[in-house]
């Protein structure tokens, strides 16, 4: 063999060697490490009657929620409550500054006293002038005018049982009790906050009774009907639901454009708390799909400066798929969604979550919704 000629066999390990080489130290020096698959939500294009429902956010909230404020405005004295404390009925909650109405109620009460007095130093004249007058010793003039003097006497008297009356509700309204018994959900004011007549300074939420709040899209109202049951699934109660029913749906929109719906759960659970979030499922039509358009979920259509688009998945394995951007045509809003006009076949998978994140021929873990 020939000096500085390597043999072929020595050639393709030394290039294998290499090319090994290239690669860690194109890692820096560190083995390569897989992204990790994208988890991704989706949906089953069906025809809209085979479609049966449709879930809305809300928050949950007492049956019963008091606002409790004080009657007149004035300095805070004191709150003997705090978030979370559970109240007895008649319990006191919050008082004001009651000086100046104490004072207010001192006077009102020496008024009246001084105008019983003068009450009855007028009846006690009244029943001497008259005697006199029975027995001619005063004139018709002086006994009249004992007469008026007892009237006016008794008038004052009853002005100043009124102001007095006033006064002490005025006392009263100087203190908040509870009017139920309850838990604290908010407390707005602290002590030495001067507060307005009638702003609320605590929230108390009462009895057993668990509602739910959602907003309604115009496009689904009219499927909505009082007494209709529903289906309820709280965030921080993974893997329950509970079963409700609509009690009452608003007539006009919010200030978020949606129908306000209150539905109530069938039975209290322990562990549902006002202010957890969740949502409801309302269930729809489920005739069985015949010549019906197929629907598309408002929330697996996106658009952009070219036009409205879906990610169709192909599941390429068992809880996986490959996502593809398709254009499409859509029509009219119904309540399961939009009408596919051109693009889409019935039964294909759609991402439904995360669009802006996605890119053509990415692998996705499918988490169906």
């Not at 890692?27 to 429902?53: D, H, L, N, T």
């Not at 130093?121 to 003097?149: C, F, H, P, T, W």
Request: contains cysteine.
């Amino acid at each position: 063999m020939k000096r500085g000629i390597m043999p072929k066999r020595n050639l393709e390990a030394a290039g294998v060697f290499l090319a090994a080489m290239g690669l860690w130290v194109g890692c820096g020096g560190e083995p390569q490490v897989a992204e990790p698959i994208r988890p991704v939500k989706y949906a089953e294009v069906r025809p809209a009657s085979a479609v049966q429902s449709q879930r809305f956010a809300g928050t949950a909230k007492a049956g019963i929620e008091a606002k409790l404020s004080f009657r007149t405005g004035g300095l805070i004295e004191s709150i003997s409550v705090k978030v979370g404390d559970q109240v007895k009925a008649g319990q006191r909650i919050a008082t004001l500054d009651s000086r100046d109405a104490v004072l207010a109620h001192q006077r009102a009460k020496a008024a009246l006293e001084n105008a019983r007095v003068q009450k009855a130093n007028a009846q006690s004249m009244l029943i001497r002038v008259r005697q006199l007058y029975e027995a001619n010793n005063v004139s018709l003039a002086e006994y009249e005018q004992a007469k008026n003097g007892f009237a006016s006497a008794t008038s004052s008297y009853e002005s100043a049982q009124k102001s007095l009356d006033l006064q002490e509700r005025q006392l009263g309204y100087n203190e908040i009790y509870a009017p139920v018994a309850g838990i604290v959900t908010a407390v707005h004011n602290e002590v030495n906050e001067v507060i307005q007549a009638g702003a609320p300074l605590v929230e108390l939420s009462a009895g057993e009774d668990i509602e739910m709040e959602v907003g309604v899209p115009e496009g689904y109202i009219a499927q909505i009907q009082t007494g209709q049951p529903v289906r309820v699934r709280f965030s921080a109660l993974p893997g329950l639901d509970f079963a409700a029913q609509v009690r009452e749906i608003a007539y006009a929109l919010d200030a978020s454009s949606t129908y306000p719906v209150i539905v109530q759960l069938d039975a209290p659970f322990p562990s549902i708390r006002p202010g957890m979030a969740g949502e409801v499922e309302f269930r729809f039509g489920t005739g069985e799909p015949s010549e019906d358009p197929l629907v598309v979920p408002v929330k697996a259509v996106g658009e952009d400066a070219n036009g409205q688009y879906v990610f169709v998945i192909d599941e390429v394995a068992k809880g996986l798929g490959t996502v593809h951007r398709r254009p499409i045509r859509i029509g009219k809003l119904l309540a399961d969604g939009f009408v596919v006009e051109e693009g889409l076949a019935d039964r294909e998978l759609v991402a439904t979550a995360g669009l802006r994140s996605l890119l053509n021929g990415m692998q996705v873990r499918l988490l169906q919704e």
